[in-house]
């Protein structure tokens, strides 16, 4: 059974970093993108950023572009999203969730697809 936790949220100022991390485990596919989402209060969920397996996929929203930086460790089996010069508009639930149904294309995460398995989430507030 594929598990995925997450970590790393908390409150910070606007123009602040974080680090979320996700930890997988239980893949039984070499073929798979993990991608990570939030939902703010009273918001749609959005994907906003993505990384495939292999690492010949990668996606980043428009919102978080220039700021985000998606990395994985193949050791640790854990994804990381780098999260710097964060505004008030970035607070949310930020979740990771994870495709093998499409082999390894972030389009699923752009497009809106839905995932095969999520984590719980974990919250970032980014407030002076």
């Known amino acids: 059974q594929v598990q995925l936790v997450e970590s790393g949220g908390g409150l910070v100022q606007p123009g602040g970093s974080l680090r979320l991390s996700c930890a997988v485990s239980g893949f039984t596919s070499d073929y798979y993108v993990i991608g990570w989402f939030r939902q703010a209060p009273g918001k749609e969920r959005e994907g906003v950023s993505c990384i495939s397996s292999d690492n010949s996929s990668m996606f980043y929203s428009d919102s978080v572009k220039g700021r985000f930086t998606i990395s994985r460790d193949n050791v640790l089996n854990t994804v990381y999203l780098q999260m710097n010069s964060l505004k008030p508009e970035d607070t949310a639930e930020y979740y990771c969730?994870?495709?093998?149904?499409?082999?390894?294309?972030?389009?699923?995460?752009?497009?809106?697809?839905?995932?095969?398995?999520w984590g719980k989430g974990t919250l970032v507030t980014v407030s002076s």
């Open positions: 969730a994870t495709d093998w149904t499409h082999g390894t294309s972030c389009y699923v995460v752009a497009a809106g697809y839905a995932m095969d398995s």
